[in-house]
């Protein structure tokens, strides 16, 4: 499998981890799944030149929000895969470990909380949230998970490659 495929393929898986997390993270803990049609909303205001919001929830809604949303999430994620095989490289590819994917799962928290969340009216790292530490926790935990996804997906390529 070429390098790209294998990317995009742990991009992907990655990303669909930390989906499947935030539906355990609703039912377990009541804390809602991410609305992603409002990074939609976000995203797509910017060719009208707004980056910033008071409030993304009380913007004017976005045509295709929710698929532009969803879109982004999964294009992200799959950029965050090619940083992780851009670093480590094919060593990495061929023999994955969990190291290097909660790296740049843990340090891709630097995107919510200093562009997305201030963009989208929560202030740096959530400040201005009702319970900013609690945000900020759990945006820790989800691109955690995110990590973890990445490994995962890595190994299972990996082994289906070996099958």
Avoid: K
């Avoid at 994620?77 to 190291?99: E, F």
């Amino acid at each position: 499998m070429n390098v790209l495929a294998f990317t995009l393929l742990t991009g992907i898986g990655a990303t669909l981890v930390m989906d499947l997390w935030g539906l355990v993270r609703a039912r377990l803990f009541g804390i809602p799944a991410a609305d992603y049609a409002m990074v939609g909303r976000w995203l797509g205001h910017m060719p009208r030149g707004r980056f910033r919001h008071g409030a993304i929830s009380r913007a004017a809604a976005v045509t295709g929000e929710t698929l532009i949303g969803w879109s982004a999430h999964y294009l992200t994620g799959i950029a965050y895969a090619a940083l992780l095989t851009g670093i480590w490289g094919s060593d990495w590819i061929s023999h994955p470990s969990i190291g290097p994917a909660l790296i740049v799962g843990i340090g891709t928290i630097a995107a919510p909380f200093l562009l997305m969340q201030p963009g989208m009216g929560a202030g740096i790292a959530a400040s201005r949230t009702p319970r900013p530490n609690a945000a900020r926790f759990h945006s820790l935990l989800n691109h955690a998970i995110f990590g973890l996804g990445l490994y995962l997906a890595a190994v299972t390529i990996s082994l289906f490659l070996q099958a």
